[in-house]
């Protein structure tokens, strides 16, 4: 091993380069005084001494002090290289619990070539929502994922669902076997759409998968399904599932409203909440905790009787553009306006809401 190759793995282990000089020539003496030493390498004696302190510390070398003069001596090379290891296996368990500790959630991608792995990859997705789920599957596939849903709703997560391929509900209800009161259970809005189109799940907004049709129409097919786990992209793909597909799609269930009072992290099942109250001719109060939309995102809480809701998640819509989801709250200062988390046309973005009746 040449000196250059040998300096730059000793700086891997803590040792500056005047230290890493220092050692190498103490290799070579075996044992010698500090003004050998500094002549040697380059440094003055004042500085082997303070270099040989640290390097004692560390196991690399042994200072002889109570000889005149002192002299300093490298330790055996096996000596090191055994207390290096043992130092690494020491720290080791705690490295290995602060990193488990520290990992950052997945945001990865997964290539899926089969059918089987697809629903499989949908079912363990849906089994970790907590606040929302958007799914799009034909209507052959649905009885595979119709439990996992189930569990979903029961959990109280708000279930977008476009079943493809079938004409209407009637066709959804000969797929699964069922009467036609059984799909409020897998989902809190059912759409029915004739075309095929991409199976596309989201969950919370964190997560999701996008499978083209051939791959699930087709054992054969060479099409290929991605699995993400990625903040960023979830969005862009329920802007796709709701601005895209979701308004060509017809209605052919909707779930009982949530019995009230009852909090909800994720803003758009607020929004269908009192949606579904306010048409009942109900009248529905919302506290929420939030920020102000603007430059100092001030926090703020807001409470009052809601008074009108835009969406596009039940028919008839009043959503303005596909992804808005708002209520506008009476306060005793005026109407504010209120959006979910990424708000940008409304007064508060909400991280908490509240609904209850008056």
Do not use: C
């Not at 000596?79 to 290891?85: A, C, F, Q, S, T």
């Not at 308004?247 to 009852?262: F, I, K, S």
Request: aromatic fraction near 6%; proline fraction near 5%; hydrophobic fraction near 40%.
């Amino acid at each position: 091993m040449d000196d250059r190759t040998l300096a730059d793995l000793l700086r891997r282990f803590g040792l500056s380069e005047k230290e890493t000089d220092t050692y190498l020539t103490l290799l070579e003496y075996g044992e010698a005084k500090a003004s050998t030493v500094a002549d040697a390498a380059g440094v003055s004696k004042r500085y082997v001494y303070s270099v040989s302190e640290s390097l004692a510390d560390r196991g690399f070398v042994s200072v002889h002090d109570h000889a005149v003069p002192t002299t300093i001596r490298a330790n055996p090379p096996e000596e090191v290289i055994e207390r290096l290891r043992s130092d690494a296996d020491a720290i080791r368990p705690g490295l290995e619990e602060r990193y488990s500790r520290a990992e950052p959630d997945d945001e990865q991608f997964e290539v899926v070539k089969s059918r089987v792995t697809v629903l499989k990859r949908v079912r363990s997705l849906l089994e970790s929502a907590e606040g929302e789920a958007t799914l799009s599957i034909p209507a052959k596939h649905l009885s595979a994922v119709r439990e996992t849903l189930a569990d979903a709703r029961e959990r109280g997560v708000l279930v977008l669902l476009i079943v493809t391929d079938v004409a209407d509900a009637a066709e959804v209800h000969d797929a699964l076997g069922d009467a036609p009161s059984a799909l409020d259970a897998i989902a809190s809005v059912v759409r029915t759409w004739t075309e095929a189109m991409p199976t596309m799940l989201t969950v919370d907004s964190a997560r999701g998968l996008v499978a083209p049709p051939e791959l699930l129409r087709r054992s054969d097919s060479d099409r290929q399904a991605i699995v993400f786990a990625q903040a960023q992209l979830a969005p862009v793909i329920v802007g796709a599932f709701m601005g895209n597909y979701w308004p060509a799609a017809t209605e052919a269930a909707l779930a009982e409203p949530d019995a009230l009072p009852a909090e909800y992290e994720d803003f758009r099942h607020a929004a269908f909440q009192a949606t579904l109250r306010r048409r009942a001719g109900e009248a529905v109060r919302a506290t929420v905790a939030g920020r102000r939309i603007d430059g100092a995102a001030e926090a703020v809480e807001v409470s009052g009787r809601v008074r009108s809701s835009k969406q596009a998640m039940v028919e008839p819509t009043t959503n303005e553009f596909p992804v808005e989801n708002s209520l506008t709250i009476e306060t005793d200062e005026g109407p504010v306006s209120v959006g979910g988390r990424g708000a940008f046309v409304e007064d508060v973005e909400a991280e908490l809401t509240r609904l209850e009746l008056e």
